[in-house]
């Protein structure tokens, strides 16, 4: 039998019968955030950020808008004392935010932390210690009493040494550690023999936070485990419940939301996700979640860039490029079909009414990105990415024909260079396969406006000699057309056209392309010049090269067999 067995392993014990409710729920508002960024993301770090670091990381905290920042593990390691020293000396904490410590349910590390917090206006302590069976067995060795005696003991500690600062505000956080693969019914116990000691009140509420240290089921499983914790704990009206979900199994956001339904109210995570082993809850999704549901996650989230770049200065763990809603790809669509379909939503979606673009969750721009990346051409794009990128950039506006003429090559340039081309260069293609201004060229023109008829007097050079034409027509097209039957003999005609004004910033002023129908073929051809009369002419000239090219060469290159 190969090592990679299942059988080894046997799947999370079931959450007791209650009357759950939360799968009928939907979410309707932000939860209370807790950052965790200087703490437990701290302590998953290879190199532990430095006091200044922490300092430049807590300034992010703050300018995101996070009410309740975990600040480290004072009674555990120097440079996190250090750096709540720092917070408090240097007035550093705003009012209305509120700063956590961590503690293990041992006295001479609960004494060490409040030490740290001397000065302090306001402050979370939070104790916890382990609960889980195997935790209980095989680590302290100790039954669920022995546990509980534990707990107890720690918040005694934890309440005689608030009672000697009076004049701050203390907050009272539990956690039975390692809820996740606890016994719910013994967690129940264990959080009602802390709360019997600390007594909390409607106005004074103890914060019970359930980790789901170690993720080992689904986030339903989770939510029931919260709901269940929800119904039958004593004094709910004196309780916050929190979460702090992890990533073993990639479902800590989707916990964390099903928690919510559940009944919890508060939610520890991390900007990012960074955290131990797959890492903590990553605020920045679950508050993108919320924001693409209409519901406002209370974070200013507008600059993520300014986050991405402050957490992998901080942490030196860079970011994903399809990290979920702020990653550098996951705007960017390469595939044909979807360039096409985001082009046309865009195109419709109006300023006033409620976001409904293809592809699209929300709009870019809400986060501080703009259209440049969303549409990308390489070799899996389509016809719509191409002429999204001309029409963005330039002002250029493909019609239907063009589209299909013009994707062949950009199709071949994109394998040749094995990656991504850029909006100039789908440019360039586009001009060095379909036009052409030698050795048939325009020198000049004359127009005549007659009753219902145009006069064209047009001067051509074809490299060696220049050549005075003449044709009428209703517009300048079909008098040029005229005027080249009568010089050649050659039945030709304007099998499609189409020009516009460029926008501002182009190096012409007007673009025009024609297909022209000789013989079979049909040939697609633009030109650009400062009217539209001049390009229009320039891409019937155009048109007329590239034939000449093809009855050269034999080789057709951009035009097409008439259908028969």
């Not at 719910?184 to 909390?200: G, K, L, N, Y």
């Not at 605020?283 to 919320?290: D, E, K, P, R």
């Not at 976001?355 to 703009?370: H, K, N, S, T």
């Not at 260069?425 to 005549?448: H, K, M, T």
Request: glycine share 6%.
């Amino acid at each position: 039998m190969s090592r990679f067995d299942h059988r080894k392993y046997r799947a999370a014990p079931r959450v007791p019968a209650f009357n759950r409710t939360w799968p009928d729920r939907d979410l309707e508002k932000a939860p209370i955030w807790v950052s965790e960024d200087l703490r437990d993301g701290n302590q998953a770090l290879l190199e532990p950020m430095t006091v200044e670091q922490k300092q430049r990381l807590w300034k992010l905290l703050i300018d995101v808008g996070i009410k309740e920042i975990m600040v480290g593990f004072p009674s555990a390691s120097q440079p996190d004392y250090d750096f709540v020293r720092w917070l408090i000396d240097e007035n550093q904490i705003p009012e209305d935010v509120t700063i956590a410590a961590l503690t293990q349910s041992r006295d001479h590390l609960i004494d060490r932390t409040f030490e740290s917090l001397e000065g302090v206006n306001k402050a979370i302590i939070h104790l916890y210690n382990s609960t889980s069976t195997v935790q209980r067995e095989r680590v302290f060795e100790l039954d669920e009493d022995g546990i509980i005696d534990i707990a107890v003991k720690g918040a005694q500690r934890v309440k005689e040494n608030a009672q000697k600062r009076p004049g701050v505000h203390w907050r009272l956080e539990y956690s039975p550690e390692s809820f996740s693969s606890t016994e719910v019914e013994f967690s129940v116990r264990i959080c009602e023999a802390v709360m019997d000691v600390w007594q909390p009140t409607p106005d004074d509420k103890i914060i019970f936070n359930l980790p789901n240290t170690v993720e080992l089921a689904g986030p339903h499983h989770h939510a029931d485990q919260i709901e269940y914790f929800c119904q039958n704990v004593k004094n709910r009206d004196s309780v916050i419940v929190s979460v702090h979900t992890h990533n073993d199994r990639g479902g800590a956001v989707a916990a964390a939301e099903l928690a919510m339904l559940a009944g919890a109210e508060r939610v520890e995570g991390t900007l990012l996700g960074n955290g131990e082993r797959t890492g903590n809850m990553d605020i920045v999704i679950l508050a993108m979640n919320l924001y693409g549901q209409g519901i406002d996650p209370e974070l200013d989230l507008s600059d993520p860039d300014e986050i991405i770049r402050v957490v992998h200065e901080c942490t030196g763990i860079p970011l994903h490029p399809r990290h979920p809603w702020v990653g550098e790809l996951v705007y960017t669509a390469f595939s044909g079909s979807h360039q096409d379909a985001i082009r046309k939503s865009l195109r419709k979606q109006g300023e006033d009414e409620h976001w409904q673009v293809a592809y699209l969750p929300i709009d870019p721009r809400d986060i501080g990105r703009d259209y440049q990346a969303v549409i990308r051409v390489n070799s899996q794009s389509g016809k719509g990415g191409m002429a999204f990128l001309l029409e963005r950039d330039f002002g250029i506006n493909l019609p239907r024909w063009m589209m299909l003429s013009l994707a062949p090559h950009v199709q071949a340039e994109s394998e040749r260079v094995s990656g991504e081309l850029s909006s100039g260069r789908i440019r360039e293609l586009l001009f060095e396969n379909f036009s052409r201004q030698a050795p048939l060229s325009l020198v000049d023109y004359g127009l005549r406006r007659g009753d219902d008829r145009q006069t064209l007097d047009v001067t051509l050079s074809d490299g060696r000699q220049r050549i005075e034409l003449q044709g009428h027509g209703n517009g300048p097209l079909s008098a040029f057309i005229d005027a080249w039957h009568a010089h050649t003999g050659e039945e030709i005609a304007v099998a499609d056209y189409s020009e516009h004004a460029l926008s501002a910033g182009s190096d012409a002023d007007a673009i025009a392309f024609v297909q022209l129908r000789k013989d079979t073929l049909r040939i697609p051809a633009v030109a650009e010049d400062s009217d539209t009369v001049s390009a229009a002419l320039k891409a019937i000239i155009a048109a007329l090269n590239l034939s000449r090219e093809e009855d050269d060469t034999g080789q057709r290159g951009g035009l097409t067999a008439l259908a028969s």
